[in-house]
């Protein structure tokens, strides 16, 4: 998610523990860890309705899928028609 390497998680944390000191800095570190836990269910109850809600988009009417014509209705070619086309 963010290209962060491991000195700057060094560094982040050695000045949050000097701003916050070491008796509030496991304190924030639970809040800041339940707001990240609920900013991704918030995004992934989004995601899965928007995606539920294109999905009814795109779904046919019952009678106008009936009214479309059979896979059977549609006669085959022979093997001569096939042969003829190729050679086209």
Sequence with gaps: MFDIGFQEL????IVALLVFGPEKLPEISRTLGKWVV???RGINIAKSQMEEEMKEDLKMPEDIVQSLPKDDAIPEKTDKENETEGKV
């Design 10 to 13: 060094l560094i982040i944390f």
């Design 38 to 40: 609920e900013i991704r």
